[in-house]
């Protein structure tokens, strides 16, 4: 087993990396645990599925997460919690997605102003990204993760091998995050990817393990020194302002956050090349990288105007100057604030127009 500790300002999350699922059940063998799991999860991975019958009591399931992340499955779990009489001496480990371990995190930071919280993120992209960092959420109306507070976990535990059965799709989602972290981080980061390519295709255990370490460091030395988001932090929203306006555009039939992002990261690179901040061989080369993998965009809408009009909304912008990253080489992202929105109206077109060519 590999440990790192992420020690912020609020406290210090132990990260455990595991080699197999009965490893991870050996951790959470306890009686003071209460477990939160994604019913898919217990569907799927039958060793897991045999441990949870026997914890049955223990184990508030959620079936389809995402939509499961409201007020009213709050309300279910902490009635569950109330009638089990758990206090600050439990611990709640959630088993699951993104959406699930949001949710479960939610439920911790606010049951009796607080519980102890173990964090078992099953997807790529809770590993890499929603597990690390502390922010914890639910849907509220229409909004994603309108309601929610940050609250560090005492543990993640990651584990590859709950990659196996992903979705193919959902498994490039956690990706598009991969390959942001690398992009913003340095030429050796890329380089791995780029020598990887095959492997991390075939979800081969050990790169898988070695791309998932270094996303997951690279995350949380950004969040340790910079908790709150006011600093580098920002640049690991590179390419999320196109993406949210791609996002946001495609709420009638919603689509990948981590597709869209991959968009926004392709945008985010031409613009730079655009604004001669980055070199036309690097730029190809990032290019190159994203299209070695099958993204599907089949069922993505892209209107250029739309998703202008979103970016202007974006309520991270400030003095009617539209807040971009760019980057000016691997490991340069930097803050760029556009205030010629014509200039990028126009590009946003002139890129959607190449992009379905
Ligand atoms: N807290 C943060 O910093 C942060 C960051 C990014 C995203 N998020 C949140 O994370 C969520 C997205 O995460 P996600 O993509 O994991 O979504 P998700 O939790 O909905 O999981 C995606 C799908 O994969 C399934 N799944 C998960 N693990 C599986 C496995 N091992 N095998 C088979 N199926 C599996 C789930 O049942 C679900 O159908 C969103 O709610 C988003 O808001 C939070």
Known sequence: ???????????????????????VLSLISQSNQIIFVDKTLKASTKALSDFLDERIEDVFLVHRAEENKNLSKAEEAYKFLTEKNINRDHEIVAIGGGALTDFAGFIAATFKRGIRLTLIPTSLLAQVDASIGGKTAINFGNVKNLVGSFYVPNNVVICSSFLKTLDQQEYLNGLAEVIKHAFI????????????????????EAVLNEIIKKSVKIKADIVVNDFEEKGRRKFLNFGHTFGHGIESSNLVCPIFHGHAVIIGIMMAIKYSMHKKLLSEKKGLKAMDLISSFDFDFSEIKLNPNEIFQFMKSDKKNYNSLINLVLLKGFGEPMLYEEGNPRELQNFIGDFVEEFRS
């Open 1 to 23: 087993m590999n440990q790192i500790e992420i020690k912020s300002s609020k406290k210090t999350t132990n990260l455990s990396f595991v080699d197999n699922i009965d490893a």
């Open 185 to 204: 981080t340095s030429d050796e980061e890329v380089d791995f990817i780029f020598n990887n390519i095959d492997k991390i295709n075939k979800r081969d």
